[in-house]
């Protein structure tokens, strides 16, 4: 039986070779994006699944207290470890991981040549990391690496780039972080991480190398640490959860004294301080707001938009599968009725049918497979990710998972052509009358409606997506970011040698102007507290940047009032500059009122009773983080200042001339002049640098990925409509040619022909397009609420889109509707 199937299912595939194919390349383009998405999907939620532990471990987070931001954040203060360990013994171990930022890692071998590498993915770490967390060790013992001042654990990789294939254990590396040299011993090392981590690291330093995180380990505000907890096996996650509410208010209390003169009630008014625990697996795919400082970071939205694509795709293409099925039962109708007068049952009829429905997607679904795998290295490219197809195919589990979708699929999407057909009266095909119990008609617009209603939603919000990408690139900063490059590590230069540097390539003519600053845009994050001195003053928070005079000059930011620092008056270090947004937290009038006026006033910290910080300028605001967030209050201060904490971190800003008549030619020449100046100062420092508007684009990365896969995955839903569209337009040309054929007997001319036939599908596709409009409106006006700045949501794109799809429709339809008006009429009304 299953033999003579088959040969009928092939002989009808050969026999309607156009429809055969059709079928085919929609299941093939469908399945291939669901079987894309899917495997996108099931790797951002495997991120961590390989810790041991994974389901005891949580990381604690907490909202940013000391800022006006109360999103959840996921990093905290050091002495929040403390306080776990002492007040909650339902967690087996507590550790801590600090960041210190990009740092210089040098090896000088007792034979050979000294390397030194920039190293951004470096923690600190307790000793019992390893206790929490599985990696796998290749040399060493995890239970004592780090419990030693001086002791390092390196990857593979890592080892590999320092020491060649010599033994690295015992070997020394020296880390260069704020300009200080600490010698590092490597006592283990430990398989590469995998890619599925949300910690991404390279080294990990000791925690009790670094004296001053021990001095520092009673502060709640210097929020740079990340912890985690692992839970007893009987402990109860939430009634933890709910213990973890007493800790601020009893621990935190006196430094929110010391450091803000108030009381943590004072403190805390109109805020709330509430610590959550966030399961391990979910560190990634649900990455707070203020994003994981520790690796990468997924986004929860987004994969809930790739798997509504990926489910609303293979819903079309078998949407698409039904109706050129359908659309091939008028060819069908008489073997049908043959077959029932030969005593088929109707059984043995849907069986056959839903047999060849399994076929098509069987077939589809290995073409799909081997287009992935050949798309995939692509794919990974525009994601960033690094999914393999054969990873799932030699497993079981995978393979049981494929054959369930091939017959689901095919039974599902088969069923409704397989009950249609077979329910065909004898008498009526064989006559040329098709019939059937069902409301087709009514159905297969439906279909259409649907179809073309996601298709038209995902072009439009696929549109603005791009919309918003363009616009927030070419936004108004403040200032220009073209042209700007960050030379870094300078912090490993005397204050000397940095005035040196930045005086040799200041006369350089391809640089139009060379400043310093520990911080540079988009990534000037240094939050403090502030209040204009004087009775009464409210404390509010302020960014804060460091930089000389030149600095400012380079970015060519605007003075509304006042002036720049000048060394030619002395003594500056005290003296500070405000932004726009700084003036008016600070509660001084903007625009500058002459009589109130902030120039020549004071501000000081929140608990201090000096005039620590003259202002000396305001400056118009300029967005020196991502324009993703609104611009943020402003202070800047002195490279010299010495009551501020520093950031540790030191940058060597360069404008490139704009006079110059290439600048793209010269920018290889001044690189190399750079590094040579450089050198010829310190050669042991790594030249590394970046360019101020790829940091900008940087920025949008996520986005720019989302944008390029919705682009990719919108085309291929258009392509399975426009397929679905193909196939009714072939039924009703079956259906309505002896209609036709009477018309063009009356005198209907071959334009009146072609608008009758087209006119249905045309008040189909704008059915659609009124159903997406406000779909597509509703999604895009979610998506544009998480950005400060935003593109304006304007009614010529719905218009545009719209008439886009109703001429792609007419395309599609358009030889269908040509040829049945072309027929004729003696041929189709012989049997009459």
């Given at each position: 039986?299953?033999?003579?199937?088959?040969?009928?299912?092939?002989?009808?595939?050969?026999?309607?070779?156009?429809?055969?194919?059709?079928?085919?390349?929609?299941?093939?383009?469908?399945?291939?994006?669901?079987?894309?998405?899917?495997?996108?999907?099931?790797?951002?939620?495997?991120?961590?699944?390989?810790?041991?532990?994974?389901?005891?471990?949580?990381?604690?987070?907490?909202?940013?207290?000391?800022?006006?931001?109360?999103?959840?954040?996921?990093?905290?203060?050091?002495?929040?470890?403390?306080?776990?360990?002492?007040?909650?013994?339902?967690?087996?171990?507590?550790?801590?991981?600090?960041?210190?930022?990009?740092?210089?890692?040098?090896?000088?071998?007792?034979?050979?040549?000294?390397?030194?590498?920039?190293?951004?993915?470096?923690?600190?770490?307790?000793?019992?990391?390893?206790?929490?967390?599985?990696?796998?060790?290749?040399?060493?013992?995890?239970?004592?690496?780090?419990?030693?001042?001086?002791?390092?654990?390196?990857?593979?990789?890592?080892?590999?780039?320092?020491?060649?294939?010599?033994?690295?254990?015992?070997?020394?590396?020296?880390?260069?972080?704020?300009?200080?040299?600490?010698?590092?011993?490597?006592?283990?090392?430990?398989?590469?991480?995998?890619?599925?981590?949300?910690?991404?690291?390279?080294?990990?330093?000791?925690?009790?190398?670094?004296?001053?995180?021990?001095?520092?380990?009673?502060?709640?505000?210097?929020?740079?640490?990340?912890?985690?907890?692992?839970?007893?096996?009987?402990?109860?996650?939430?009634?933890?959860?709910?213990?973890?509410?007493?800790?601020?208010?009893?621990?935190?209390?006196?430094?929110?004294?010391?450091?803000?003169?108030?009381?943590?009630?004072?403190?805390?008014?109109?805020?709330?301080?509430?610590?959550?625990?966030?399961?391990?697996?979910?560190?990634?795919?649900?990455?707070?707001?203020?994003?994981?400082?520790?690796?990468?970071?997924?986004?929860?939205?987004?994969?809930?938009?790739?798997?509504?694509?990926?489910?609303?795709?293979?819903?079309?293409?078998?949407?698409?599968?039904?109706?050129?099925?359908?659309?091939?039962?008028?060819?069908?109708?008489?073997?049908?009725?043959?077959?029932?007068?030969?005593?088929?049952?109707?059984?043995?009829?849907?069986?056959?049918?839903?047999?060849?429905?399994?076929?098509?997607?069987?077939?589809?679904?290995?073409?799909?497979?081997?287009?992935?795998?050949?798309?995939?290295?692509?794919?990974?490219?525009?994601?960033?990710?690094?999914?393999s197809l054969y990873n799932y195919l030699v497993d079981p589990t995978f393979a049981a998972i494929l054959v369930g979708f091939v017959?689901?699929?095919?039974?599902?999407?088969?069923?409704?052509?397989?009950?249609?057909?077979?329910?065909?009266?004898?008498?009526?095909?064989?006559?040329?009358?098709?019939?059937?119990?069902?409301?087709?008609?009514?159905?297969?617009?439906?279909?259409?409606?649907?179809q073309f209603t996601i298709s038209v939603t995902l072009i439009i919000c696929t549109f603005f997506v791009q919309k918003q990408l363009?616009?927030?690139?070419?936004?108004?900063?403040?200032?220009?970011?073209?042209?700007?490059?960050?030379?870094?590590?300078?912090?490993?230069?005397?204050?000397?040698?940095?005035?040196?540097?930045?005086?040799?390539?200041?006369?350089?003519?391809?640089?139009?102007?060379?400043?310093?600053?520990?911080?540079?845009?988009?990534?000037?994050?240094?939050?403090?507290?502030?209040?204009?001195?004087?009775?009464?003053?409210?404390?509010?928070?302020?960014?804060?940047?460091?930089?000389?005079?030149?600095?400012?000059?380079?970015?060519?930011?605007?003075?509304?009032?006042?002036?720049?620092?000048?060394?030619?008056?002395?003594?500056?270090?005290?003296?500070?500059?405000?932004?726009?947004?700084?003036?008016?937290?600070?509660?001084?009038?903007?625009?500058?009122?002459?009589?109130?006026?902030?120039?020549?006033?004071?501000?000081?910290?929140?608990?201090?009773?000096?005039?620590?910080?003259?202002?000396?300028?305001?400056?118009?605001?300029?967005?020196?983080?991502?324009?993703?967030?609104?611009?943020?209050?402003?202070?800047?201060?002195?490279?010299?200042?010495?009551?501020?904490?520093?950031?540790?971190?030191?940058?060597?800003?360069?404008?490139?001339?704009?006079?110059?008549?290439?600048?793209?030619?010269?920018?290889?020449?001044?690189l190399e002049t750079i590094e040579e100046t450089l050198a010829g100062i310190n050669p042991s420092i790594p030249f590394e640098y970046?360019?101020?508007?790829?940091?900008?684009?940087?920025?949008?990365?996520?986005?720019?990925?989302?944008?390029?896969?919705?682009?990719?995955?919108?085309?291929?839903?258009?392509?399975?409509?426009?397929?679905?569209?193909?196939?009714?337009?072939?039924?009703?040309?079956?259906?309505?040619?002896?209609?036709?054929?009477?018309?063009?007997?009356?005198?209907?001319?071959?334009?009146?022909?072609?608008?009758?036939?087209?006119?249905?599908?045309?008040?189909?596709?704008?059915?659609?397009?009124?159903?997406?409009?406000?779909?597509?409106?509703?999604?895009?006006?979610?998506?544009?609420?998480?950005?400060?700045?935003?593109?304006?949501?304007?009614?010529?794109?719905?218009?545009?889109?719209?008439?886009?799809?109703?001429?792609?429709?007419?395309?599609?339809?358009?030889?269908?509707?040509?040829?049945?008006?072309?027929?004729?009429?003696?041929?189709?009304?012989?049997?009459?």
């Amino acid at each position: 039986m299953l033999k003579n199937m088959f040969t009928i299912a092939w002989r009808n595939a050969i026999r309607h070779k156009q429809f055969s194919l059709l079928n085919i390349l929609g299941l093939s383009i469908g399945i291939t994006a669901s079987i894309t998405i899917a495997l996108y999907i099931v790797n951002q939620y495997s991120y961590d699944n390989f810790h041991t532990k994974k389901d005891r471990v949580y990381r604690i987070n907490q909202p940013m207290i000391w800022g006006d931001w109360n999103e959840q954040f996921a990093s905290t203060g050091p002495n929040l470890a403390v306080a776990l360990r002492s007040d909650i013994p339902e967690f087996e171990a507590v550790t801590r991981l600090h960041t210190l930022g990009e740092l210089v890692v040098s090896y000088e071998p007792t034979n050979g040549t000294p390397v030194s590498f920039n190293e951004s993915k470096l923690f600190v770490a307790e000793q019992n990391f390893f206790q929490l967390f599985t990696f796998p060790s290749i040399a060493g013992d995890l239970n004592t690496a780090l419990e030693l001042p001086g002791s390092l654990v390196i990857t593979q990789e890592t080892a590999t780039k320092y020491f060649g294939d010599n033994n690295p254990i015992g070997q020394t590396l020296t880390l260069n972080s704020s300009g200080q040299d600490t010698p590092f011993k490597v006592t283990a090392v430990i398989e590469d991480i995998p890619t599925n981590s949300h910690l991404q690291f390279d080294m990990l330093a000791s925690m009790s190398s670094y004296q001053h995180i021990k001095n520092r380990e009673h502060q709640w505000i210097w929020t740079t640490f990340v912890t985690y907890g692992l839970l007893s096996p009987s402990a109860n996650a939430s009634a933890v959860e709910a213990k973890l509410q007493a800790i601020p208010p009893k621990w935190a209390e006196q430094e929110i004294q010391n450091v803000f003169g108030q009381s943590y009630a004072e403190y805390m008014k109109g805020k709330k301080w509430t610590l959550t625990m966030q399961p391990l697996t979910e560190a990634y795919i649900h990455t707070p707001n203020s994003g994981n400082r520790l690796g990468p970071s997924g986004n929860i939205v987004y994969t809930h938009i790739f798997t509504a694509v990926g489910i609303l795709i293979l819903l079309l293409c078998s949407i698409n599968f039904m109706n050129l099925s359908t659309a091939k039962s008028a060819n069908r109708a008489k073997e049908v009725g043959i077959r029932k007068v030969l005593g088929s049952h109707k059984k043995s009829l849907v069986r056959q049918f839903i047999f060849e429905s399994v076929l098509y997607v069987f077939v589809s679904t290995v073409i799909a497979l081997v287009v992935t795998e050949i798309s995939l290295g692509a794919f990974n490219q525009i994601a960033n990710t690094e999914l393999s197809l054969y990873n799932y195919l030699v497993d079981p589990t995978f393979a049981a998972i494929l054959v369930g979708f091939v017959l689901l699929l095919g039974i599902a999407a088969g069923s409704y052509p397989a009950f249609y057909l077979s329910s065909f009266s004898p008498i009526s095909v064989l006559k040329g009358k098709l019939s059937s119990g069902f409301k087709a008609s009514a159905v297969r617009n439906g279909l259409v409606i649907f179809q073309f209603t996601i298709s038209v939603t995902l072009i439009i919000c696929t549109f603005f997506v791009q919309k918003q990408l363009n616009y927030a690139s070419g936004m108004n900063l403040g200032f220009d970011k073209d042209n700007i490059l960050h030379v870094q590590n300078i912090e490993m230069l005397t204050d000397a040698q940095q005035e040196t540097l930045q005086t040799q390539l200041a006369q350089e003519a391809v640089f139009s102007n060379v400043g310093l600053s520990d911080l540079v845009p988009p990534e000037v994050w240094n939050e403090d507290k502030y209040r204009a001195y004087g009775p009464g003053t409210e404390v509010v928070t302020l960014n804060r940047i460091r930089c000389n005079e030149e600095y400012v000059q380079l970015l060519d930011l605007k003075f509304a009032a006042g002036r720049n620092f000048e060394k030619a008056r002395g003594n500056e270090k005290h003296k500070v500059i405000l932004n726009a947004s700084a003036v008016k937290m600070l509660g001084w009038e903007y625009p500058i009122n002459p009589n109130n006026s902030p120039v020549g006033q004071h501000i000081t910290f929140p608990n201090s009773h000096q005039a620590l910080f003259e202002v000396i300028g305001v400056v118009e605001d300029f967005n020196f983080n991502s324009v993703k967030y609104e611009i943020s209050p402003l202070l800047i201060i002195h490279q010299d200042n010495d009551h501020m904490w520093e950031s540790g971190k030191s940058y060597l800003s360069l404008r490139l001339n704009p006079s110059l008549s290439n600048i793209t030619k010269e920018i290889e020449s001044s690189l190399e002049t750079i590094e040579e100046t450089l050198a010829g100062i310190n050669p042991s420092i790594p030249f590394e640098y970046s360019f101020m508007n790829q940091e900008f684009e940087a920025n949008f990365r996520t986005e720019q990925r989302m944008g390029q896969i919705l682009n990719i995955f919108t085309a291929m839903a258009l392509i399975i409509a426009c397929l679905g569209l193909f196939g009714l337009a072939a039924f009703a040309a079956e259906q309505r040619k002896k209609e036709l054929g009477v018309r063009k007997v009356l005198g209907a001319s071959l334009q009146q022909l072609v608008y009758s036939f087209t006119k249905e599908f045309s008040v189909l596709i704008f059915v659609a397009i009124l159903i997406a409009s406000p779909l597509a409106y509703f999604l895009v006006n979610g998506w544009l609420a998480s950005f400060a700045y935003k593109t304006p949501i304007e009614v010529w794109v719905f218009v545009a889109v719209g008439i886009a799809s109703i001429t792609i429709a007419w395309l599609t339809i358009g030889i269908h509707s040509i040829n049945a008006a072309r027929q004729n009429p003696a041929e189709v009304l012989r049997d009459e």
